[in-house]
């Protein structure tokens, strides 16, 4: 079954204690993305990544960090810096973007993130 | 990327049709328009997508007006497990900077009723 995975599906975070998100896609997809998405509210992209060992940041990167060491694998670490990290994590993928064009994202089912 | 007008919410009679309308009246020649969807605690869903021709998959059907100004998704027999709200999201076919996000409005809350 080809898709994108995200675990666990709640995580519950102390003051003060950094927490890493995960996301893999078996699609083969080159680029990933991680967005935050709070009540009632839209999607705001956090890092984005194209190609393996590159990333870049989005709109609310402050207080996160991300790593792009394999294909496949785009974990998210919040960290003790991110005073509001309660929101619902969403991790997405598209197939090459370097060709100009922009293709269709597809996203995992979500990370709820609650802090003690 | 173009602004997107949806209703807040709309009602549906399981086993009808859903039309669920966007208005996208500043949209420019290399947009696209896509459609997702996201069921309560999930993940938003890719449903379809097209640039100025009717599209039609597995899930929908997609109408752009000719003047690509509004669209419909159209759910042809929509049953309970439609309950979502729906977002219409206008996109630039080639990538520049700033343009990876996805830019998801309010949508339309879709209820389908037994």
């Known amino acids: 079954d080809g898709g994108i995975t995200q675990s666990p599906k709640y995580l519950f975070r102390k003051e003060g204690q950094n927490v890493t998100l995960s996301c893999e896609q078996n699609l083969n997809h080159d680029a990933m993305y991680w967005y935050r998405q709070d009540p009632g509210q839209g999607l705001r992209l956090i890092y984005y990544?194209?190609?393996?060992?590159?990333?870049q940041k989005g709109d609310i990167a402050e207080g996160y960090s991300v790593s792009r060491e394999k294909k496949e694998s785009f974990p998210l670490t919040v960290t003790s810096a991110q005073k509001n990290p309660t929101a619902f994590y969403l991790c997405?993928?598209?197939?090459?973007?370097?060709?100009?064009?922009?293709?269709?994202?597809?996203f995992g089912p979500g990370t709820r993130l609650l802090v003690l | 990327d173009a602004k997107t007008t949806q209703p807040p919410s709309m009602d549906c009679a399981e086993g009808r049709a859903a039309n669920l309308p966007c208005n996208h009246s500043?949209?420019?020649?290399?947009?696209?328009v896509y459609w997702y969807r996201q069921i309560h605690s999930q993940g938003p869903q890719y449903i379809i997508h097209g640039l100025k021709n009717n599209e039609t998959n597995e899930m929908a059907s997609l109408i752009i007006t000719e003047d690509r100004k509004s669209s419909t998704l159209i759910l042809p027999h929509a049953t309970l497990r439609d309950t979502a709200v729906y977002y219409c999201?206008?996109?630039?076919?080639?990538?520049?900077?700033?343009?990876?996000?996805?830019?998801f409005g309010k949508g339309t809350k879709l209820s389908v009723i037994p």
């Open positions: 997405a993928s598209s197939p090459n973007p370097l060709a100009g064009y922009q293709e269709t994202q597809y």
């Open positions: 500043t949209i420019s020649g290399n947009e696209y």
């Open positions: 999201i206008v996109r630039a076919a080639y990538s520049g900077a700033g343009s990876y996000q996805l830019t």
């Open positions: 990544s194209q190609i393996v060992n590159d990333f």
